[in-house]
């Protein structure tokens, strides 16, 4: 058993992973209300680090976003932390969701979180559990 690390230890050695198995950096918000911009949504996450684009998807019929965005970064750690620190945070007046996009990252923080307990922050050890 690895012992417990903080967020950002954690978010370094995922990191290394994504990197490793060629994962891009993008993470997908969804539950977005549609009142925000996507300035807002931009701010929101750009403490996480530096971010390559986002695209908050546009209904041009009815002329408003759909209620979701993909938000790529520039390094693998920056995703990490946003996943972690973002899932579930009420901006706007609703709960957002935040998830990977690429499956293997999704399944290598499954992995680690169900048989490296600690390894991982702990809302991220239970809600993976609870996924897999």
Not at 9 to 31: E, K, N, T
Not at 51 to 61: C, E, G, Q, T
Not at 86 to 111: E, S, W
Request: glycine share 6%; with cysteine; charged share 15%.
């Amino acid at each position: 058993m690895l012992r417990r690390h903080s967020p950002v230890s954690a978010a370094v050695i995922v990191g290394y992973f994504a990197a490793f198995c060629g994962c891009d950096c993008s993470i997908y918000v969804g539950s977005i209300n549609f009142d925000i911009r996507e300035d807002t949504v931009k701010q929101a996450f750009l403490p996480f680090g530096p971010m390559k684009s986002i695209n908050l998807a546009f209904d041009h019929l009815a002329n408003k976003h759909k209620g979701y965005a993909f938000i790529e970064y520039d390094i693998p750690e920056a995703a990490f932390l946003a996943i972690d620190q973002m899932d579930d945070v009420n901006l706007g007046g609703r709960n957002i969701k935040v998830t990977p996009t690429c499956m293997v990252f999704l399944n290598f923080i499954a992995h680690v979180s169900l048989h490296c307990v600690g390894f991982l922050p702990q809302t991220l050890q239970f809600r993976w559990m609870l996924a897999v």
